[in-house]
């Protein structure tokens, strides 16, 4: 465990990516000072995506640490497979259940305990479906597999300043309908009907290029690709301009990868960076416990 950080000490901050990506060393988050939170918050604005290693945070930890960077969102629609949080089997604090999320692959009696399971999960940004997204997620490593699991993320500052000058200027009068009907498993979520006609996707409608809303940047807020349409266009050239800035962001130039270590903590800022995350054997156990920054509603750059 890290040592508790004393006031006005300097953390180290190592930059994990060329694109995005930073270790914070020097502190404790079950300890944490003002002064300290400062210099996370700086680091973050910078690198988008924060890892902490060797923390040790009970569920009630990861949720006071989450607070400081603001209010949390209730956690989201489950798949009709996953136990409900207030299953007693699910060793969950019980005064957490309405803000942390699993993320897992592990079974009690035949019920998936959390999300995901150990497929993969294609490229998103969280519950860009609803009205305000998150600003943040927060994923804390309970067990981890050995290999695969690994979780990418990307810069969407980047995607966007590296398109050219035509396409910026375009994608920047243009919104888009993000699915809320099947989760980054592509697995379809409890009270949501099957649907694979885009003009119909049931889901919040954002500007493709919001701006961030403390850096004042603009970036490409694309969501997720299933079943994404761009209402101003016809379906053929929405489906054709969405392929393109999906290929364009998701580039490998765009993005760092984090192999998990027992007790990470990985904070990402969900409003400029995507993520997805790697299959793993169904051998190993793997639970991650998450919370969700209550966001803003996305505000198109001008
Ligand atoms: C997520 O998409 O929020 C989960 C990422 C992960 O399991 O690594």
Excluded at 5 to 32: C, D, Q, R, S
Excluded at 64 to 92: E, K
Excluded at 237 to 260: I, K, N, P, V
């Amino acid at each position: 465990m890290s040592a508790p950080t004393l006031a006005g000490t300097a953390l180290k901050v190592t930059p994990l990516g060329e694109a995005l990506g930073a270790e914070i060393e020097g502190v404790n988050l079950a300890l944490l000072d003002d002064a300290s939170f400062v210099q996370i918050e700086r680091a973050w604005a910078d690198h988008l995506v924060l890892r902490f290693r060797r923390q040790q945070l009970s569920d009630l930890g990861l949720m006071q640490f989450s607070r400081r960077f603001g209010a949390l969102d209730p956690v989201p629609i489950r798949a009709s497979d996953v136990m409900d949080h207030t299953d007693p089997r699910l060793a969950i604090d019980p005064e957490a259940r309405e803000y942390v999320t699993i993320i897992s692959n592990v079974k009690v009696d035949g019920m998936a305990i959390g999300g995901l399971g150990n497929y993969e999960a294609h490229w998103h940004t969280d519950m860009s479906y609803n009205d305000t997204p998150p600003s943040a997620s927060l994923l804390y490593g309970i067990e981890v597999p050995p290999e695969g699991g690994d979780t990418s993320f990307c810069n969407m500052y980047l995607a966007y300043d590296t398109l050219d000058k035509t396409s910026r200027e375009r994608v920047r009068s243009l919104t888009c309908v993000h699915d809320a009907s099947r989760n980054s498993s592509g697995e379809l979520r409890r009270g949501f009907a099957d649907n694979d006609e885009p003009t119909r996707t049931i889901g919040a409608r954002h500007p493709l290029v919001r701006v961030h809303p403390v850096t004042e940047r603009a970036c490409l807020f694309l969501g997720r690709r299933r079943n994404a349409y761009i209402p101003e266009l016809p379906l053929d050239e929405s489906e054709h301009l969405l392929d393109y800035l999906w290929a364009h962001a998701t580039q490998q130039r765009f993005s760092w990868t984090q192999q998990w270590q027992q007790h990470d903590l990985v904070i990402w800022d969900n409003r400029c960076a995507m993520h997805r995350r790697d299959s793993f054997d169904d051998r190993y156990e793997r639970v991650m416990h998450r919370t969700q920054i209550r966001g803003t509603t996305p505000i198109r750059y001008v």
